[in-house]
């Protein structure tokens, strides 16, 4: 059985601006996305900043709803920048992942952002995305996972 609280989300900056053109940022928005992992409010397991938005794969803890888990990370942000600006565009947009095929198509196409946005050319470049070498994934709820997951990137690191 595959979890039902795994989400693939994508929030915009406010009128689409490239606020995370700017590394320190960028950097910020990854710094509070492990913040919040760390303080097991999600399991983070894919997610990609672009200039104008986040995709993020993640799995909210049973005690903490969805929308909660998108306000930890906007709001998160906004406070730490401690800016006047508005930042966000209200709400955001969420896909419960239904099973291991739609998990890896979500987590392709997270990996796959930068490259086809023309930033980088291959996903592990980018520097504010799970691609990266170093970043530590959270394991899906699911065992099947595991073995799609790793045919997937023997497949990506082909291409």
Partial sequence: MFSDRTFFITTNTWQRLPVFRDESKASLLVEV??????????????????????????????????????????????????????????????????????????????WLNPVRAKLVARPEDYPYTSARENFEHDPIPDAQYTEAKAQSLETLTRA
């Avoid at 399991?43 to 929308?67: G, Y």
């Fill in 33 to 110: 996305l492990l913040h919040y992992r760390a303080e097991s409010k999600y399991l983070l397991h894919e997610f990609v900043v672009m200039p104008d938005h986040l995709h993020a794969l993640l799995t909210p803890v049973r005690a903490v709803s969805l929308e909660r888990t998108v306000q930890f990370i906007k709001g998160g942000f906004s406070f730490r920048l401690k800016s006047r600006m508005l930042v966000w565009q209200p709400g955001f947009t969420n896909h419960r992942v239904r099973d291991v095929e739609d998990c890896e198509s979500h987590r392709q196409y997270i």
